[in-house]
């Protein structure tokens, strides 16, 4: 300790110290000592402090993997009220006017379908068809109190996309991608590099510029799949995309329409 507190000093009261009787100089550096001693310190370390107390075992609880699911379901949540939101903060504003369509009749096939609203709820072609924030199609014919609907899940539709994890807020990968409508799967289709950071649960939003400014950002659907099955299988992996809102089980759709066109009724 004597030691340890001559190391603290200053170098000239070391020298001055140096040269009287460790009997004197321990009786002197005595209650600096007793400070040290106090604060947990001695010549060899600082003192361990040993607790009597001891704790109750902890309760068993959810496994890492229930929480990890939990977790992420939970992040698909929080998406899905983001996007929601986004989409209602879209649907007040002034400009637009959603219009809610009962689903009267379905092509042969799905390959399009007739609702119970037209020209007299402000109906006119190209506007966007949706389902919550899936899109759905946009309309193609107007009637006075019909509107025929072309679905985006039919032969021949090629559409761009952007896909992104379902679970993050921000997300922190994208691939932009074209993907094609192919019947047999009753999905999308891309063809992509094997490197794309792509993965099953991810979601497709369009970014098609060709479609109007209401229909870019909706889903288009979910990756279901990923596989081989490519023309260049050591290059290319081939990725599934499917609709969540399938046109045969939709009673009712509604129809974005921009107030500036309006010519029927509020």
Not at 99 to 112: D, F, S
Not at 157 to 164: A, E, S
Not at 200 to 206: P, V
Not at 248 to 253: I, Q, T
């Amino acid at each position: 300790m004597v030691c340890l507190v001559l190391v603290l000093l200053p170098g000239s009261t070391v020298t001055a110290l140096a040269g009287w009787p460790r009997g004197l100089l321990q009786s002197a550096l005595a209650p600096m000592s007793q400070l040290f001693g106090q604060a947990g310190w001695s010549g060899d370390g600082p003192t361990a402090v040993v607790s009597d107390t001891t704790r109750a075992p902890l309760a068993e609880g959810p496994s890492l993997d229930y929480l990890r699911a939990l977790e992420d379901e939970n992040r698909r949540l929080r998406l899905l009220v983001e996007q929601l939101a986004e989409s209602n903060e879209m649907l007040t504003r002034p400009a637009v006017r959603q219009v809610l369509a009962p689903v009267l009749a379905l092509a042969e096939r799905n390959v399009g379908m007739t609702v119970g609203v037209g020209e007299r709820s402000g109906v006119a072609p190209d506007d966007t068809v949706v389902s919550g924030p899936h899109l759905i199609g946009r309309v193609s014919n107007v009637a006075p109190l019909t509107s025929d609907i072309d679905p985006i899940a039919r032969p021949g539709v090629r559409l761009q996309v952007r896909i992104v994890p379902a679970t993050e807020l921000q997300p922190n990968r994208e691939v932009f991608a074209w993907v094609d409508y192919d019947r047999a799967e009753g999905a999308f289709v891309a063809e992509l590099k094997l490197n794309a950071e792509v993965e099953a649960g991810d979601i497709a939003h369009l970014v098609d510029d060709r479609w109007p400014l209401l229909a870019r950002g909706r889903v288009v659907g979910v990756v279901t799949k990923l596989d081989d099955r490519t023309s260049k299988p050591l290059l290319l992996k081939r990725v599934v995309i499917a609709p969540e809102r399938r046109v045969e089980n939709l009673r009712r759709v509604v129809v974005l329409v921009e107030r500036a066109q309006q010519g029927g009724t509020p």
